[in-house]
């Protein structure tokens, strides 16, 4: 992340030059190496005019020289010390020449300082995997609580049995299932309130036979989930302007995936985590000391700490 951070910042700033754009055109005149050799090859080609440009040339200099004026008087010349220039390491120069040459030609070069990684996990609700589940609670993250919509939120939840396969009652609801994982989310979360969870019932299709039907039924597990939610520590966590609903059985245009999709990447972009330079330079040093230490001791990673930060 640091290297990339570092490089499309040299390109954009080696592309706000008008030397490095394309379609550049240097100032009218020719350089003094191409005025150097043009003289010299007129000298070729005519010998005795170059001779008398020469004589000409004397001429002037006798008939400056013979009305002498005051020289000024010289400045001794300062000395500046000269400061030595960091090598530009090697990992910079092989991803900013691709970069950089693909930029500066008009094509996409994808450099955008706003651009985020979103990274997707998909849990499994059965009980075996509640208690590991934890670990991947992270403070920015979008939650997914998904469940059947034809599954009554006041019935008993049905669990399969990991080991035997069967399929049993829980002494749980359905309704206490999805608080349970609210909650989960509101417990292991250091910053609560950086997270939002979307609730989403699957299976709309077999809620009713006619659109209206379905809405209606809808609409009233909504007022009871958002009623569940009410005086709850968690309740403004969960995002309770729409119900979401997806039917798998039918295309990808008519399930309601893509309304669900641009929904969380809304999210995500209002809860965008930035690090700052000086972490990715620790994690940079860390990554490589990694290629001739196991483990570091706290003391030194510290002292990397107060390096950078010096």
Known sequence: MYQDAVTDFTVKQMLKSPRHRKGYTPRAGASKQETKS???????KNPTRASTSKQEANSGKTSTSSNPKPSPQKEEPVYEEKLERPEIPKWLLNKFVPKFRFAREGGDSKVDSNKFVMNILDFGGQPIYHVIQRIFMVSYAVVCVVFNLNEGLNAPAKVRDPTTGKVYEHRMTNLDFILFWIRSVFVNVRKGKNNKIMLIGTHYESLGKTEQERQQKVKEIENILWKALEGKQFEDMVYQEELFTIENSVSFEKSGASKIILKIQKLVQM?????????????????????DKLYLPTSEVRNIFLFLSA
């Not at 809860?271 to 290629?291: G, H, N, S, Y």
């Open 38 to 44: 043009e003289s010299r090859h007129e000298e070729e």
């Open 271 to 291: 809860m965008i985590l930035t690090f700052p330079i000086k972490w990715l330079q620790v994690m940079q040093e860390i990554q490589q000391l990694r290629k």
